[in-house]
């Protein structure tokens, strides 16, 4: 990922309801599309770890 403006995922179409990614000075920062006032950063390791334990299933919580 060596652009630096937002982008989002294309199975999102025009909608706003999607997580918006680039790169920030090393780290990852995320974005919901409808509130880019508040932007998430991590280290690209950090986010591939929480990737990882959502893929897997270690946050789900029982219904």
Do not use: F, H, T
């Not at 680039?22 to 920062?29: D, N």
């Not at 986010?47 to 219904?63: S, T, V």
Request: glycine content about 8%.
């Amino acid at each position: 990922m060596l652009n630096r403006r937002w982008q989002k995922s294309s199975y999102s179409g025009s909608s706003n309801a999607c997580i918006e990614v680039r790169l920030m000075g090393g780290l990852v920062a995320l974005r919901e599309s409808d509130d880019g006032a508040v932007v998430l950063r991590a280290a690209p390791a950090v986010l591939a770890d929480l990737l990882d334990a959502i893929k897997a299933g270690d946050l789900d919580q029982p219904a």
